[in-house]
């Protein structure tokens, strides 16, 4: 992303010049920034045997799976839905790890037709696998009994979370897997997403490390996802490298006790896609009340629910116009409903100081890559935006904007 003449430039193509071509409102992603991070956060972690599973819910698309496949990525899977378009994206089945949540007997069968590893994340689903498929090698989800995340909804370690078995039932877990045969080859756990202090993650490894120390099948020992980008300026970037040496570090001491080089794996989403992402959209009306100017926009919480949903703040910027003096407002999307504000903070709408507004100027949000179009509707019965995938100075859409006939 740059600024060349007051214009917002993004893969060295002009954001104005992308609406001209593909209309409004549209995803753009960065492919260099895409990779650039997937290699980042690879390179930052010393420990040699490592596996990144991209969690293909930040972003499902077909051409980034594609694109993240050929830098050697494995995925975590949480649906039959994203086990099948990884496997058409080109993934193998043995890169797919399924970390389901209440899971069905229908959803289990399709793992097991498809050759996956399923990551099982309580006892009664252990079972259930069990007498599906007796004798196989599983993983187990742990809930360290610690959480981290940007909201509440994204917590998913600690005692009000749905997700994982609880590190303290290990007994249970090995009656179980015995009376099926089943191995556990992996222990696993997720404690949030949105993470930029890693004090918590450390200390959710030591307890999932100690827990691993029971098991004596392992391969592998997978710690989630969770790695947070920074979405406010005044938010800084997570020092990955100094991560990624703490977490070797301590992998490292773990295999040394267990008697054996494991693989150590993650599973970033938001990380390795979140600042490739930026939405565009059209201004389409400018209104005042009493407490505030309102710019309207062509999109709603339909296509990007983050601020809506969690109260997120997502940076904007006036793509057609970067530098002028500056006007205070808010950005409003195209749903009915008055919970349809971009411009979120920690107190819910807020006015943005952005350079001067006029009719037909596009707006840019930022970090929409990560559970941005995944999270779309279409809500108000609006069509789904395209995608375009820009990389020095070329376009190339990668999903095209829904038709009328597609909402039927
Ligand atoms: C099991 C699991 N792994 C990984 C992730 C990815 O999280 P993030 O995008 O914050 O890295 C999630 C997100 O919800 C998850 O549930």
């Known amino acids: 992303m740059e600024t060349i003449n007051n214009k917002l430039f993004l893969g060295s193509v002009s954001a104005e010049a992308l609406i001209e071509k593909f209309g409004s409102p549209l995803y753009v992603y960065e492919e260099d920034k895409i990779i650039e991070q997937y290699n980042k956060l690879k390179d930052a972690i010393v420990y ?11 972003n499902t698309n077909i051409e980034i799976l594609k694109l993240l496949n050929n830098e050697g990525s494995c995925i975590d899977a949480v649906s039959p839905e994203e086990i099948y378009l990884s496997k058409k994206a080109g993934f193998s089945s043995e890169k797919i790890l399924f970390t389901g949540n209440n899971t069905s007997k229908e959803d289990f069968k399709y793992c097991i037709e498809n050759d996956i590893l399923v990551n099982i994340g309580s006892l009664d689903q252990i079972e259930q696998y069990g007498k599906l498929n007796p004798n196989s090698k599983i993983s187990i989800r742990i809930n360290p009994d610690v959480g981290a995340g940007h909201h509440d909804h994204c917590i998913t370690g600690g005692p009000n979370s749905k997700f994982g078995i609880y590190f303290n039932k290990i007994d249970e877990i090995k009656q ?9 080859v992996g222990i696993h756990e997720h404690i949030g997403s949105g993470i930029l202090d890693t004090s918590k993650f450390l200390l959710a490894m030591d307890v999932l490390l100690k827990t691993a120390k029971e098991f004596d099948n392992l391969e592998f020992v997978d710690f989630g996802g969770g790695i947070g980008v920074p979405y406010h300026p005044k938010e800084k970037q997570l020092d990955i490298a100094e991560f ?23 599973e970033p989403g938001r990380y390795i896609v979140a600042e490739s992402g930026f939405l565009l959209a059209k201004v389409v009306n400018k209104k005042s009340t ?26 904007i910027l006036n793509a057609s116009n970067m530098e002028d003096e500056e006007e205070k407002i808010v950005v409003a999307g195209n749903v009915c409903e008055s919970g349809d504000v971009f411009t979120q903070g920690e107190n819910g709408i807020e006015e943005r100081s952005l350079p001067k507004i006029k009719i ?12 941005g179009f995944s999270m779309a509707s279409n809500y108000n019965s609006r069509r789904l935006p395209a995608e375009v995938l820009v990389k020095q100075g070329e376009s190339r859409i990668i999903r095209k904007r829904q038709k009328f006939e597609d909402l039927i």
Do not use: W
Request: with cysteine; glycine share 8%.
């Open 290 to 315: 009493p407490n505030y100017v309102f710019a309207g926009i062509n999109t709603g919480f339909n296509h990007l629910i983050r601020p809506a949903m969690y109260g997120s703040y997502h940076h």
């Open 48 to 58: 040699p045997k490592k596996k990144l599973y991209y969690a293909a819910k930040a």
């Open 176 to 184: 179980m897997v015995k009376k099926y045969n089943l191995m556990i």
């Open 360 to 371: 037909d100027d596009i707006l840019a949000i930022m970090q929409a890559g990560a559970y």
């Open 244 to 266: 990624g040496k703490s977490i070797s570090d301590k992998f490292n001491d773990f295999c040394r006790d267990y008697g054996k080089e494991l693989y150590l794996c993650l």
